[in-house]
């Protein structure tokens, strides 16, 4: 930091803290007002007929993890959707619906984890062990005559004790850095138009009359 910089700081220093302070009750007002979501997670598993047979068992399991990847988009569809707001009644279009349910599973895996958010903690937990239930259902009618494989509902899901958004730890500290940011920016935007943001040394005039009276009384000698 220049020597002008750290003097604009030495002087104004306070807009920083001032700052912070706006951007940590923003963060606050900003958490206090959004509305929280919950997310509820089942998972589901993904089998295939017994076999003896090793080859048919590597066959069988490649198989399974090739249906994961087909089941995942099935899971958000609209099937799925208008079965749960049917079913549960709820007031809900199937778009909204959908929006909320998030289906992963990881590479080289025959396990589902379905999420469903919602505003309320326990609704997320109903809701998304509906959408697994119900995608049980859905498989099975997909899969028929010929079925070679299943799902099961191997976890349903529990009401989370804390929300996903928002987080206030988080917007504190945003706010707080925001607040940070700008008050440093004001710094250094008021001392770079202030008048005083630079000081001036002034060099002093030659004062002739003063020259004139201490050359009269014998004290200035040329």
């Not at 590597?58 to 990847?69: C, K, L, T, W, Y």
């Not at 279009?93 to 505003?119: C, G, H, Q, T, Y």
């Not at 809701?127 to 997909?142: G, H, K, R, S, Y």
Request: hydrophobic residues 40%; proline residues 8%.
């Amino acid at each position: 930091m220049s020597s002008r910089n750290l003097m604009m700081f030495r002087r104004r220093w306070w807009l920083v803290p001032i700052a912070m302070l706006v951007g940590l009750l923003g963060a606050i007002m900003a958490t206090a007002l959004t509305t929280p979501t919950y997310k509820s997670t089942c998972s589901l598993f993904v089998t295939v007929n017994s076999q003896t047979d090793p080859t048919q068992t590597f066959a069988g399991s490649q198989f399974a993890e090739d249906r994961v990847i087909s089941y995942l988009p099935l899971i958000k569809s609209d099937w799925v959707a208008w079965d749960v707001i049917k079913r549960l009644r709820l007031d809900m279009s199937p778009p909204d619906f959908e929006s909320r349910i998030e289906a992963a599973a990881e590479p080289k895996s025959v396990l589902i984890n379905v999420s469903f958010s919602d505003s309320n903690s326990r609704r997320s937990a109903e809701l998304a062990t509906a959408v697994c239930a119900d995608f049980v259902d859905v498989a099975a009618q997909i899969e028929r005559p010929n079925s070679q494989t299943a799902v099961k509902l191997v976890q349903k899901a529990t009401p989370p004790p804390y929300p996903v958004s928002p987080t206030p730890k988080r917007n504190l500290a945003a706010g707080a850095l925001a607040g940070l940011l700008v008050g440093s920016g004001l710094v250094l935007l008021v001392g770079r138009f202030s008048p005083e943001g630079e000081p001036h040394l002034k060099t002093a005039e030659p004062d002739h009359d003063a020259s004139e009276r201490f050359r009269s009384k014998g004290w200035l000698v040329d």
